[in-house]
């Protein structure tokens, strides 16, 4: 009888201790699947996180253009006297010119055919923005001019003098219009300049030709191209 006593006890305790083991590893068990799980979600973060960035690098690295297809001629000039400034402005924002400003009158001793004021110069327009259908902001990034041996010189009786890139000396915030802009979104400074190299009017309902506007000193530059 003694004996059967200690052969059950012996049972009781064993299965106790099966128990105990089988619950141990299945509570292993489900931490290592939560930590495989927990390692999953975070390299699908991980990944998501990645790819957002480099789609946010690529839309910030994307360039922009300007909608001209071919180079621009455009002029900054009050429609009278004899000095204007020019420049070919690329799709881009690229552009190269020069002002000139003739004073026939202004002569001296080796120079009787009067005085020109000068600048060859060439520059980068960069972070070019469409606004609407019709407007880009942009901003002047670079602008050199051409150097010359002297500021003056006098060549077949005219006095050359090295002078700034008037309409682009000064100013970093440009607009540019396409020739579908509204005229009542202009401002009257240049509309003002417009009139008087490309007969602009504040009467007409478009721009009608490309338009560059420096915005820090309300200048204007106007295309022959509509």
């Known amino acids: ?5 200690l052969t059950m006890g012996i049972g009781i305790l064993s299965g106790c201790s099966g128990n105990n ?5 299945t509570e292993s068990n489900n931490s290592a699947q939560e930590e495989l799980h927990s390692n999953v979600s975070a390299q699908e973060n991980q990944n998501e996180s990645s790819t ?23 002029t900054f000039s009050s429609g009278a006297g004899a000095w204007a400034t020019s420049i070919t402005l690329n799709r881009d924002g690229s552009f190269e010119g020069s002002y000139h400003d003739s004073d026939m009158g202004f002569i001296g001793e080796g120079y009787p055919h009067g005085t020109v004021y000068i600048c060859k110069f060439s520059g980068v327009f960069d972070n070019i ?16 001019t051409e150097s010359t041996e002297s500021k003056e010189w006098i060549t077949d009786g005219v006095r050359y003098i090295a002078s700034e890139p008037y309409g682009l000396e ?11 802009t509204s005229v009542k979104n202009l401002t009257e400074e240049f509309i003002g300049w417009g009139y008087g190299s490309v007969g602009l009017d504040s009467s007409q309902k478009t721009l009608d030709c490309y338009g560059l506007y420096n915005k820090g000193m309300g200048y204007g530059f106007f295309s022959s191209e509509s």
């Open 1 to 5: 009888m003694a004996l059967i006593c």
């Open 21 to 25: 083991h089988q619950e141990s590893h």
């Open 52 to 74: 957002e960035s480099k789609t946010e690098e690529t839309s910030q690295n994307k360039e922009m253009y300007l909608p001209n297809t071919s180079p621009l001629t455009m």
């Open 129 to 144: 923005q469409q606004i609407d259908d019709n407007n880009y902001a942009m901003t002047l990034k670079e602008i050199t």
């Open 170 to 180: 000064s100013g970093k915030e440009f607009l540019f219009y396409t020739p579908q």
